[in-house]
């Protein structure tokens, strides 16, 4: 969609509309067409051209990224990637790439580009990891690269394929992640030692469990957005990505928690190649925070996670399918899906594994889990309003933290910010 604005500058914007349903909270979070798993129109790059679908993208610029509309919090989730213009292989140098019908004006082609430049990048990103960087440029995202199959973590390329992926691949990515509460406790574990003063919001909200949205309505091109905070790269995680010679801190901090036991697989047209990154970085706040400088606090909005990211370069093209049917469908080994050694209470335990599912069953998940923080806001908001005797005009959105839905102008009516950004 050419006419949403991007998530950028700290911000984040997610379609809303206004419902006379929930009177006291006003504005709900909506879906736009198309109706399922994409690549959300807000969080992609204004260099990315997207299919009408949501689901192939490309750029004619250096790398550029694009995220998801569905992120993996805990589970065990599955999605693949195929490669539809990238390093040819002999057998494809003398090919046509297949043409693609982009929702944007004036998308690139290879022809326009030059051709034999086209790159990609593949795997997850943190709502942190900026879009006009490749998948795996910063501890925020794990990305596996088209020449010679390198991982990529911290813009650190290592050995993993051996071999280049090149156009027609498909490239399945499984990530786990153990169960939210196995995560807030072990993020508990390692701040309530310690004085916790910097994090009280944080440690109120994991020992909760409640997801807090600070938002409000805004106007963009006629159209209703919530305007919110984004999470913001952390000064600690600086020292991770660019290690210096001095000897390590003998506490690190809170931001490179790790989330023992988790892991990404990747699989190659369908088989098992390997296991690039395991105990990935924990992301629940505080390991994840906003610009506490403009407001932002650190909470737990319900959609902080990892996300299903892709980046391309000079006309490289991939297409994404979230499941539930497969190009390839992935040939896990029973004995590898089934176990993970060591994760039980004990040390040598092991622990089974949840069924492995399409990131597809995510969509309807969150539409869901949404829709009840918005019900638990609207109840929330009734009893503070009612408490505090401030009628309708007056009330905060409630559990959600939420900034009121509107600026109070006088009678009670509610005005919605106009924004306008620059354009790219």
């Known amino acids: 969609n050419p006419h949403s604005p991007k998530n950028r500058r700290g911000f984040?914007?997610?379609p809303c509309t206004a419902s006379p349903l929930l009177p006291l909270i006003s504005y709900l979070q909506t879906e736009v067409p198309p109706f399922q798993p994409r690549f959300a129109f807000e969080d992609t790059s204004a260099q990315v051209h997207l299919t009408r679908s949501g689901t192939t993208l490309t750029t004619a610029k250096g790398f550029r990224m694009a995220r998801a509309n569905v992120c993996a919090r805990e589970g065990n989730w599955y999605y693949e990637c195929k490669i539809i213009r990238g390093i040819n292989s002999p057998a494809l140098t003398a090919a046509t790439?297949?043409?693609?019908?982009?929702?944007?004006q004036n998308?690139?082609?290879?022809?326009?580009?030059?051709?034999?430049?086209?790159?990609?990048?593949l795997g997850?990103?943190?709502?942190?990891a900026p879009l006009d960087a490749p998948v795996g440029f910063d501890p925020y995202s794990y990305?596996?690269?088209?020449?010679n199959g390198e991982k990529v973590h911290c813009s650190r390329p290592s050995?993993?394929?051996?071999?280049?992926?090149?156009?027609?691949?498909?490239?399945?990515f499984q990530i786990y992640l153990p169960p939210l509460a196995q995560q807030r406790a072990d993020l508990l574990s390692a701040l309530l030692p310690s004085s916790t003063t910097a994090h009280a919001a944080a440690v109120s909200v994991l020992q909760s469990g409640d997801a807090i949205r600070d938002r409000i309505p805004i106007r963009y091109k006629n159209q209703l957005y919530f305007e919110q905070f984004e999470y913001q790269p952390a000064k600690e995680l600086e020292e991770y990505m660019n290690p210096?010679?001095?000897?390590?801190?003998?506490?690190?901090?809170i931001a490179m928690q790790q989330l023992k036991g988790s892991f990404i697989r990747v699989y190659k047209n369908g088989k098992l190649v390997g296991t690039p990154w395991t105990d990935l970085l924990a992301f629940l706040p505080p390991c994840s925070k906003p610009n506490s400088a403009v407001g932002g606090r650190e909470l737990d909005d319900g959609f902080v996670g990892y996300y299903p990211a892709v980046s391309v370069y000079r006309g490289g093209a991939v297409e994404v399918n979230f499941g539930p049917e497969w190009w390839y469908s992935p040939d896990v080994p029973q004995d590898v899906d089934t176990e993970m050694k060591g994760t039980g209470e004990n040390e040598g335990d092991s622990a089974r594994l949840p069924p492995m599912r399409p990131f597809s069953d995510r969509y309807n998940e969150q539409i869901a889990e949404d829709i009840v923080y918005d019900l638990i806001d609207e109840v929330d908001c009734f009893f503070t309003t009612d408490l505090m005797g401030l009628g309708l005009a007056g009330a905060a959105q409630g559990t959600s933290g939420a900034k009121k839905g509107g600026r109070k102008t006088g009678g009670g009516k509610k005005e919605i910010k106009e924004m306008e950004l620059e354009e790219e």
């Open 12 to 14: 984040r914007y997610i």
């Open 97 to 104: 790439p297949p043409p693609l019908t982009f929702a944007s």
């Open 107 to 121: 998308p690139p082609t290879t022809a326009s580009i030059g051709g034999g430049d086209a790159h990609v990048r």
């Open 124 to 128: 997850f990103a943190r709502r942190e």
């Open 143 to 147: 990305g596996l690269r088209d020449v």
């Open 159 to 172: 050995t993993f394929l051996s071999q280049s992926l090149v156009t027609g691949d498909v490239i399945g």
């Open 244 to 253: 210096s010679t001095s000897s390590a801190p003998r506490n690190p901090p």
